[in-house]
């Protein structure tokens, strides 16, 4: 008996997948900054911009499912997923 598949392979663009990665949130929000209506994956209603000005973060919410990105930030530096769900982003925890 051999099991080696591996439940989850990271392959950019597949369809019909929620969005979690940068891979996978950036063109969205390319497109949303476009002017462009953006909708969610999983039943292609619209998805809604949730901002939290605080602490500078921004997420889609599908207006429909709610189905919902991770919070992620968006400045000069590119793009970046906020908090540690299983990511593995690294160790941007602490803010100096
Ligand atoms: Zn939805």
Same mark, same amino acid.
Do not use: H
């Given at each position: 008996?051999? +099991? %080696? $598949?591996?439940? $989850? ?6 369809? /019909? ?10 063109? !969205?929000? %390319?497109?949303?900054?476009? &002017?462009? !209506? +953006? ?5 292609? /209603?619209?998805?809604?911009?949730? +901002? %939290?000005?605080?602490? /500078?973060?921004?997420?889609? !919410? ?12 968006? &400045?000069? /530096? ?14 941007? +925890?602490?803010? %100096?």
């Amino acid at each position: 008996m051999e +099991v %080696d $598949s591996k439940p $989850s392979e990271r392959s950019p663009a597949r369809p /019909g997948k929620e969005l979690r990665t940068v891979a996978e949130i950036a063109p !969205v929000w %390319d497109r949303f900054r476009e &002017g462009e !209506v +953006v909708f969610c994956p999983r039943d292609q /209603g619209p998805m809604a911009l949730a +901002v %939290d000005a605080a602490a /500078g973060a921004y997420r889609f !919410v599908c207006t429909c499912c709610g189905n919902a990105t991770p919070w992620f930030e968006s &400045g000069a /530096g590119g793009m970046r997923i906020r908090g540690g769900f299983g990511y593995g982003a690294g160790s941007q +925890v602490s803010e %100096d």
